[in-house]
Each structure stands twice: as C-alpha cells, then as structure tokens.
C-alpha cells in the first residue's frame, strides 16, 4: 500500500529566513573564535591577555546568543467553520488541555456562527455562546480572555496564561468585509495584533469565496485584506510589518482535477499525499510570491470538508461535493533584509536608526509546527475543526511588567482596604488607567469585582509608590483569593498583575446566601 510519508516537525525562524546571513554570523563567530585563540597564544602580559579573551569571548558570546533563543512557549491554534450552530457540550479535545508541556496562548478562530439580527444584537449585549463556553472551561485553568473581535460571523478570541498578561502589550484588533462588493461581512477577516515580550505579532481569521471555480477570487481577497488592513502602531502599520503572522479560516481552496470517487478512495485508504499536487492553495502558492512567504505544515489529515449535519460521512446530499481541505492554518515569518537592502535602509535614514530587521537579529523568534490535524470528534458542523500546535520561541526584550502593583495590609470588607503602584518604566499612562480588582480565576479584564482609577491629578513618575484606597463597601463579602490588574487604556491590556492574595471574609457575610450577595453585593 501507498502510504504518505512521515511529517517531521516544521521550523522556521527569523535568523534562518536569509540563508545568507545565517552564514555571516557563523563565519563572524568563527573568526572571533580564531581571535580568541590567537589572543592566548601571543600576549606576553595576563592582564592584557585577559582583557582581550574578555572582550572577545563577550562578542562570540553575543553572536551565539542571536542564534539560540531562550525561551519557548506553547500556542494552540483553531480553525473552525462552526455553521450558524451551537457549541457542543465539551471542547476538552478541541482545546488539548492535558497536552504538555502545557499550552501558553489559546488562538480561536471562528466562521459562520450564527449571526441572524435578533442572535447578533443580542451578542453585542453580551458575549456569545461560543465565547461564553470557550472562557467557562480555559479560566479554571488559568486562562484569561485577553481580546476578541467580531465581524457578523466571524469570530477571533485570545486567551492566554494570567502570568502572561503584563507582557501583552498594544493590543488592537480590525477587520474587512470582501463580502458583496466589499459591503457585507459574511466573507472577509478579522485581526488582532499584539506585542509578545515585545516581540510583534498578528493573527487574522478569514472566511474567503465559495465554490470551485473561484481560486483566483481566494487569491485576490487574500491579498486585498493585507493591503487594507491597518493598525495604528508606527512599525506596524500593516498585517506583514508584523515579524509573526498567523494566518487561518475557512479559505475555501478545493481539490481540482481529481474525481469524487478518486478522492474518496484517497482518503479512505490514508493517501493522502496523492491529493496535495491539485490541491488548489498548493497550486497557487506557485505563481504568487507574497503566498510564498507563507508556510503550512503537510496535509497529513482528512480534509475537513463537507461532511453531512451530525456525521462522520462527507456529503452524500444530491450536490455530492468532493471533500476539500477548506479550512487551512498558514504562518510567516518576516524575512530578514539583503545586505544590500539593509544599506539601502541605512542611507535613507542616514545611518541613524536601527531596522526591524536587525531588531529581529537581536531578538530571533523561531516558530515549530508540532502538530497539524482535523478533530473528527465534532458533528455540530459540515466542517470539522482543524488544529494546530506550535512552539514560539524567542528572546524576551523586556523581563519586568511595566507596572508594579501590590495589596497593603489586611483586606476585609471590615475597613477601606489599601493598594500601591508602581511605573516601573516610562510608557503612555493615562489618568484613564484603572486598577481591578479580580478573583483568581477570572476569565477577561472586564471579570472585576470593582476598580479603582488610577490618580486622577496628575501622571506618575518612574518609581514614585501611590497609594489608592478602595471603600470598604466595593470589598467582597465572601472574600476568597484575588489579585490585582493594572489595566492601560492607551494599550487596551493589563501591564502589571500583583501577587494573589487572601481577603478576609466579612462578619456581615454570615447567615446570607452568597448567591443573593454573589460576592460583593449587599
């Protein structure tokens, strides 16, 4: 039997993107090293012989710190055209929650859900059975909500571990209508970028053109939404200025050529590799360069496409439509400039700034695919999920939050209860600023028990300590363990989290229901 080949885990990264440079810091390392050797060989006095293997062990040392990142991190991706339906009872396999090492950063990106006027108004009002469901199982876990953005049906939601919130930075989101003319948003993406650690990255769901014969439609509205999306950041005003971008959705590219029997057969006998070449993204991805940039893992997986209403059969209704990997999870990486582009960039800035792409030389990102599949588990849909697993890592260019907020003394709705914070380094503060008050476990910023406004009179220096107050009827009665969130309305996120921290349950809490008080209520 034909079987498809085994597929490796996939790489890529920002110094790996030019083959050149690679090569450049190699030879450069090696030439240091040979410096190195010369220096012990021929100084005749130690302190000079000293300074020189310092020095010279500091700049191989650097170079091999552009290549090794240090850091790694865990993303879970999901792409799932759901069709108008409700969510199913458990998402357990969807979401990989006992995968180890442990997920990181939960991307979910939805298409078709269920967008009718009555179901989306009211969905403005409050949030969606969807998220509702996705943010009830990943906050017990520790998970927050930290954006999400919506356009009629399409739906993109970022969840990541609490510890990770201050490092979340300049968080915005967008979106594009391509549907009827660029009018209607039943088609088009949705996005949400944000800094990692500093490191800047977008994700984008899209729901592109139907039907068989419109590849080239896909292509276009593709590349329509990278050239109109935009976002107000200076260095990345546009979805590729990003070094990271994950691109995913319902993409709609079906298998030409191949009959439905042909297909089927393929399928069913786990060949799936006889599919890949009429594949209709793999045979567009040849005459487009900016697809290029793009890299998926092999489709080693049933096609997702169509399946009928609550079954694990594809479409046996009269259309008969062939199976097809629609719904697609695509990343790039920002290529690194030539030497010549870089002195180019160097002469229109009169050697005065750094690029982002020596920044990235600096601060590599390396992205690998560890897992790429369907989950044929669900049956709410004609399409089932596709996920992907993958390992970030990168070098950290900041390590402390940018504010430092803490609980003083004893808290207990008894008394007024105390906090300080702290602007630990410069950054756009704003007297809109707030701090929240939160029970461990909560599911997005706007999941507070109260808050407080940050002081009103004027902003505060780097390292000056204020103290707020917070009346003592806002303190729960119940109590429990809670933490404190720094919330920057410039930067839409929170960028300092206190320790957690016990509050005292009230006296005036006994013999009361704490449904009736939920809490906080009296």
């Given at each position: 039997?034909?079987?498809?080949?085994?597929?490796?885990?996939?790489?890529?990264?920002?110094?790996?993107?030019?083959?050149?440079?690679?090569?450049?810091?190699?030879?450069?390392?090696?030439?240091?090293?040979?410096?190195?050797?010369?220096?012990?060989?021929?100084?005749?006095?130690?302190?000079?012989?000293?300074?020189?293997?310092?020095?010279?062990?500091?700049?191989?040392?650097?170079?091999?710190?552009?290549?090794?990142?240090?850091?790694?991190?865990?993303?879970?991706?999901?792409?799932?055209?759901?069709?108008?339906?409700?969510?199913?009872?458990?998402?357990?396999?969807?979401?990989?929650?006992?995968?180890?090492?442990?997920?990181?950063?939960?991307?979910i990106g939805l298409q078709e859900v269920?967008?009718?006027?009555?179901?989306?108004?009211?969905?403005?009002?409050?949030?969606?059975?969807?998220?509702?469901?996705?943010?009830?199982?990943?906050?017990?876990?520790?998970?927050?909500?930290?954006?999400?953005?919506?356009?009629?049906?399409?739906?993109?939601?970022?969840?990541?571990?609490?510890?990770?919130?201050?490092?979340?930075?300049?968080?915005?989101?967008?979106?594009?209508?391509?549907?009827?003319?660029?009018?209607?948003?039943?088609?088009?993406?949705?996005?949400?970028?944000?800094?990692?650690?500093?490191?800047?990255?977008?994700?984008?769901?899209?729901?592109?053109?139907?039907?068989?014969?419109?590849?080239?439609?896909?292509?276009?509205?593709?590349?329509?939404?990278?050239?109109?999306?935009?976002?107000d950041i200076f260095d990345t005003p546009?979805?590729?200025?990003?070094?990271?971008?994950?691109?995913?959705?319902?993409?709609?590219?079906?298998?030409?050529?191949?009959?439905?029997?042909?297909?089927?057969?393929?399928?069913?006998?786990?060949?799936?590799?006889?599919?890949?070449?009429?594949?209709?993204?793999?045979?567009?991805?040849?005459?487009?360069?900016?697809?290029?940039?793009?890299?998926?893992?092999?489709?080693?997986?049933?096609?997702?496409?169509?399946?009928?209403?609550?079954?694990?059969?594809?479409?046996?209704?009269?259309?008969?439509?062939?199976?097809?990997?629609?719904?697609?999870?695509?990343?790039?990486?920002?290529?690194?400039?030539?030497?010549?582009?870089?002195?180019?960039?160097?002469?229109?800035?009169?050697?005065?700034?750094?690029?982002?792409?020596?920044?990235?030389?600096?601060?590599?990102?390396?992205?690998?695919?560890?897992?790429?599949?369907?989950?044929?588990?669900?049956?709410?849909?004609?399409?089932?999920?596709?996920?992907?697993?993958?390992?970030?890592?990168?070098?950290?260019?900041?390590?402390?939050?940018?504010?430092?907020?803490?609980?003083?003394?004893?808290?207990?709705?008894?008394?007024?209860?105390?906090?300080?914070?702290?602007?630990?380094?410069?950054?756009?503060?704003?007297?809109?600023?707030?701090?929240?008050?939160?029970?461990?476990?909560?599911?997005?910023?706007?999941?507070?028990?109260?808050?407080?406004?940050?002081?009103?009179?004027?902003?505060?220096?780097?390292?000056?300590?204020?103290?707020?107050?917070?009346?003592?009827?806002?303190?729960?009665?119940?109590?429990?363990?809670?933490?404190?969130?720094?919330?920057?309305?410039?930067m839409n996120s929170i960028v300092g989290?206190?320790?957690?921290?016990?509050?005292?349950?009230?006296?005036?809490?006994?013999?009361?229901?704490?449904?009736?008080?939920?809490?906080?209520?009296?």
């Amino acid at each position: 039997m034909d079987h498809a080949p085994d597929s490796p885990r996939l790489r890529s990264d920002s110094t790996s993107s030019s083959a050149s440079q690679s090569s450049r810091s190699k030879a450069v390392l090696r030439q240091r090293l040979s410096q190195l050797m010369s220096c012990i060989e021929d100084m005749s006095s130690d302190d000079e012989a000293d300074e020189e293997v310092s020095r010279s062990l500091d700049e191989a040392f650097q170079l091999c710190g552009r290549l090794v990142p240090t850091d790694a991190f865990r993303l879970h991706v999901v792409t799932w055209n759901v069709a108008t339906a409700e969510p199913p009872g458990d998402v357990t396999s969807l979401l990989q929650l006992d995968v180890q090492p442990p997920t990181d950063l939960y991307v979910i990106g939805l298409q078709e859900v269920n967008a009718t006027p009555l179901r989306f108004i009211s969905d403005l009002i409050a949030e969606d059975s969807w998220s509702h469901l996705l943010m009830d199982t990943l906050a017990p876990r520790g998970f927050v909500k930290v954006t999400s953005v919506r356009m009629q049906g399409l739906l993109l939601l970022l969840f990541a571990k609490h510890m990770h919130l201050p490092y979340i930075r300049n968080i915005q989101t967008t979106y594009t209508r391509t549907g009827i003319f660029g009018y209607w948003g039943n088609k088009g993406a949705v996005s949400v970028r944000f800094s990692f650690f500093g490191h800047m990255m977008c994700f984008v769901n899209c729901h592109l053109a139907a039907h068989m014969s419109n590849a080239l439609q896909r292509v276009d509205e593709f590349e329509y939404i990278l050239e109109t999306q935009d976002f107000d950041i200076f260095d990345t005003p546009h979805v590729l200025d990003h070094k990271v971008v994950f691109w995913f959705g319902d993409l709609n590219f079906r298998i030409d050529d191949h009959g439905l029997h042909f297909v089927r057969s393929s399928i069913n006998s786990g060949r799936f590799h006889l599919l890949w070449s009429k594949d209709q993204l793999t045979l567009v991805k040849k005459n487009e360069p900016f697809l290029q940039e793009f890299e998926e893992g092999p489709l080693n997986f049933k096609p997702s496409y169509k399946f009928d209403h609550k079954s694990d059969a594809y479409d046996t209704s009269g259309k008969k439509r062939k199976p097809a990997w629609t719904d697609r999870i695509l990343w790039r990486i920002k290529p690194l400039l030539s030497e010549e582009e870089e002195e180019e960039e160097e002469e229109e800035d009169d050697k005065a700034s750094t690029s982002t792409e020596q920044t990235q030389d600096e601060y590599p990102v390396q992205v690998t695919q560890n897992s790429y599949s369907s989950d044929m588990s669900y049956r709410v849909s004609d399409h089932k999920p596709v996920v992907a697993n993958f390992t970030l890592e990168l070098r950290r260019s900041f390590t402390s939050p940018l504010v430092h907020v803490s609980p003083e003394g004893v808290w207990s709705a008894e008394q007024d209860a105390l906090l300080t914070y702290t602007v630990q380094e410069d950054f756009m503060s704003s007297t809109w600023d707030w701090i929240g008050l939160y029970k461990v476990g909560f599911k997005s910023p706007s999941d507070y028990e109260t808050f407080v406004w940050v002081r009103e009179e004027e902003l505060p220096e780097v390292h000056e300590v204020i103290q707020r107050s917070v009346n003592k009827d806002k303190v729960p009665l119940l109590g429990g363990e809670h933490v404190l969130g720094y919330f920057s309305a410039n930067m839409n996120s929170i960028v300092g989290l206190s320790e957690n921290f016990q509050i005292l349950e009230s006296k005036r809490a006994e013999g009361l229901d704490p449904e009736d008080i939920n809490g906080i209520n009296k």
